[in-house]
C-alpha cells in the first residue's frame, strides 16, 4: 500500500512523526509512506488552496517534502508532482494537536487535506488528538491516537460502506483528551456544534502603537448535543464521522421551491 501523510501544524510537528509511524504500519512491510506537509503552521486554513501564487516544495528526506502551502496544496503536490500523477492508496492528514470536532471541523486545515484527497477519489482520513487536563501533560500528549489508529483506520477501509456519490466519502477521526488505558472505544456520530461557542477577536496594540487582532476561541468542553463528535470525545471515545464536500443543506431545497 501507498499512502501519502500531510498535516497542519507543519513538517516538523510531533503528531506528524505520530502519523508517519500509524501510517509505515498500515502500509506493510512492502508499502511505501509518502509525506508533504506544509512548511509552517497552517492550522485554521481550511480548504483553501494557494490558486493565485505558487507554492515553492523542497525535499527534506528520503520520501518527505515540504510545501509552503495549505494541506490541500500538500495534498495537490502530493499527487501531481512527488507521485508523478499516481494516486495514492490513502492520504492521511493529522495527527492534529487538539480536537477538530463540532464547529472546528469546517475551520480545520487537517479536514481540508482530507477533503482535498476525497476530490481527488482517493479513500483519506483526518486524525486529531482532543487535549485536555487528563492528557495535556503526560509524557505522550498523543498516547491514544499513537495506540488506536491503526486499528480505527483498518476498521474504517474494511466497512463496507457504499460511497459512489459525486463527492465522495472521507472521514473525521478524533481521539479522546484521555491516557490510551482509559479509552472506552469507538463512536460513529455526526458532527456537533457548541452551544454559546464561536471564535471572535482580542484586540491588541504593539510597542509601536500599532493596533493588531487575536483570533480567539471558546469552551471546547460545552455540549455539542447528542450523539455527536465532541460529546464522545469528552465521554472517553473515539469518534468517526463520514463526511462530504457537498455543503448543500438538503432540508431546505424543498422549502425554497415556491422562489422558483
Not at 497552517?42 to 517534502?65: D, L, N, W
Not at 483498518?154 to 484521555?178: G, Q, T
Not at 491516557?179 to 477577536?201: C, N, P
Amino acid at each position: 500500500m501507498r499512502i501519502l501523510i500531510t498535516n497542519d501544524d507543519g513538517i516538523n510537528a510531533p503528531g506528524l512523526e505520530v502519523l508517519h509511524r500509524i501510517a509505515t504500519d498500515i502500509a506493510g512491510p512492502e508499502g511505501e509512506v509518502w509525506t508533504v506537509a506544509p512548511a509552517f503552521e497552517q492550522s485554521g486554513v481550511g480548504h483553501c488552496i494557494s490558486y493565485t501564487h505558487p507554492t515553492m516544495i523542497a525535499k527534506m528526506g528520503e520520501r518527505r517534502f515540504a510545501a509552503e502551502g495549505s494541506p490541500a496544496d500538500c495534498v495537490l503536490a502530493g499527487i501531481h508532482d512527488v507521485l508523478g500523477g499516481e494516486l495514492p492508496d490513502l492520504i492521511l492528514s493529522g495527527v492534529n494537536r487538539g480536537n477538530n470536532s463540532a464547529e472546528n471541523t469546517v475551520y480545520s486545515g487537517t479536514i481540508g487535506g482530507a477533503m482535498e484527497g476525497a476530490l481527488q477519489g482517493v479513500p483519506s482520513i483526518a486524525l486529531s488528538q482532543f487535549y485536555g487536563p487528563d492528557n495535556a501533560d503526560l509524557d505522550d500528549p498523543f498516547e491514544a491516537s499513537a495506540q488506536f489508529a491503526v486499528e480505527v483506520v483498518r476498521k474504517i477501509l474494511a466497512a463496507p460502506v457504499p460511497d459512489n456519490e459525486a463527492y465522495r466519502l472521507f472521514y473525521n477521526v478524533n481521539f479522546p483528551p484521555v491516557a490510551a488505558a482509559d479509552v472506552k472505544g469507538i463512536k460513529v456520530v455526526k458532527q456537533g456544534r457548541r452551544q454559546g461557542v464561536s471564535f471572535a477577536v482580542k484586540a491588541d496594540t504593539s510597542p509601536s502603537s500599532r493596533r493588531f487582532l487575536w483570533v480567539t476561541g471558546g469552551d471546547q468542553r460545552a455540549d455539542s448535543g447528542e450523539n455527536t463528535d465532541s460529546n464522545a470525545n469528552l465521554d472517553g471515545y473515539i469518534s468517526v464521522t463520514p463526511m462530504r464536500a457537498d455543503l448543500t443543506a438538503y432540508d431546505a431545497l424543498e422549502a425554497l421551491k415556491d422562489i422558483e
